[in-house]
């Protein structure tokens, strides 16, 4: 993740120190860690959620 | 007007007085300018304050109600607008140092749509630098102070607006929440903040940079469920300026306020989720209100939302890209205006891979789907607004709170803790209202979430109108 982050600091001149690339790496490293479980979930057949819909069921009081 | 107490006054209050010419606007204008430069400096609530346009449109008001032109409950009533909000001829910083001299030409459709009402805009308020985060201590234009105890930060991003209203430095305020940011605030000022469905009221106007788009809502700050009811009536419904704005028709929300809530079913989402890093007083005093829920005829009812445990993913995955989208000319052209630490999350925001975002998009859906689920067999779904009541700023400095003997950090790799507890409403765009559920020992408020269905705002405000009548946590105010 380091050689990631010396790219952006070059192609954006960031000017980062050596510290702060480290600082962000780590930080990189840690959301990919956080995203993984997202690829473990079957999403087969299911579409990116765009916008809300107004959904049609809805309990009805004291319904259980 | 000299025997008008501003402290805890509300719309719903006032509203009736005016109508009927007892209260003036202008002399209401007055009192809340002065109120705000006596109090602000020590609270910094307010960024900018627009004195001469305030009083311009309180007078506009005052005349036309005089002459019988009376334009409905937001007529002629003070509010302030979290400073992410475009306002035409007004600085709107963003709480950012690249924006410090930004004057939109254009008001945000909220903005315009309070204007129409008649209301009357005192100024613009603080927040959390370019939204990102929820303490409101803002290295560019001050930290905001909780007016319960200066030394605890307000919440944020919406800082200053939760201020505002919980001051009574105005009678109501506009803010945006994209993980949280008007409930997070809401509840440690103990004011009612709602996050109403996504897409039912406009976004135009919003910052760019300061919420992104998937998960990006504008809300309400208020005194009471009743003024936020009233309140959105009037910014909700379709703008073609805002594509993703619903296509809703938008009801009488003060309709449902005081229907009995007696046989409604209350979910309880099962499971950690809510539990982690929860600290005994927010436990026992969202124990006791579910207490008064059941007093009130409510059933309580356990549910299952498989997912839930994604939700800190599903919520960086979605805004951490999406706000890159948007950063990415001030990254190349003035990195070194961001705070360090904002800088530096954005960059690894960059290396965050499309498949990712794409992914969380569709696992977003299944979540809905297991809300859906539930909502077959509950009414409502409650829960802590936030797992503590207001950290000091020096809690924030450090970066963690002590309770109950043990240490929580206030931020992990999910990001931030302090919005934990509210982002599942975002990533789902579920209408969700945060009222005042009681006071830590040392005299701090404590919030409540109450979650419905897409667009059923309005059993939103029938629930959480019937627990605030009943709890009364709403006549308390903060001594200044």
Known sequence: ?64 | MKALDLDGLTISEITPLIRKKQISPLELTRRYLERIKKLNPALNAYLAMTEEDAIAAARKAEREISKGNYRGPLHGIPFSIKDNIATKGVKTTAGSKILADWVPDFDATVVERLKKAGAVILGKTNMHEWAKGSNSINPFYGTSRNPWDTTRIPGGSSGGSAVAVAASLCLASLGTDSAGSVRNPASLCGTVGLKPTLGRVSVFGGVAGTGGYTVNHFGILSKTVKDCALILRHIAGHDPKDPLSADEPVPNYTKPIGIPVKGMRVGIIKGGYFNEGLTGEVARAFEKALGMLKTLGMKIQEITIPHIDLVPALQAASTRPEANSDHDHYLRTRPRDYSPGLLYNLIAGLLIPASVYVTAQRVRRLLCQEFDAAFENVQVIVAPTLFTPAPTIEDCNRGYIEADGKRINLADRAGNFLTRYTIPFNVTGLPTISVCCGFSPSGLPIGMQISAPPFQEGTVFQVAHAYERAAEWYRRNPQL
């Open chain 1, 1 to 64: 993740m380091k050689d990631a982050v010396r790219r952006l600091n070059v192609e954006y001149r960031f000017n980062l120190s050596d510290q702060e690339i480290d600082l962000v790496a780590k930080q990189a490293e840690e959301a990919a860690l956080l995203f993984e479980p997202l690829f473990e979930v079957d999403v087969t057949g299911i579409t990116p959620l765009t916008k809300i819909d107004k959904r049609v069921k809805i309990a009805k009081k004291g319904k259980k």
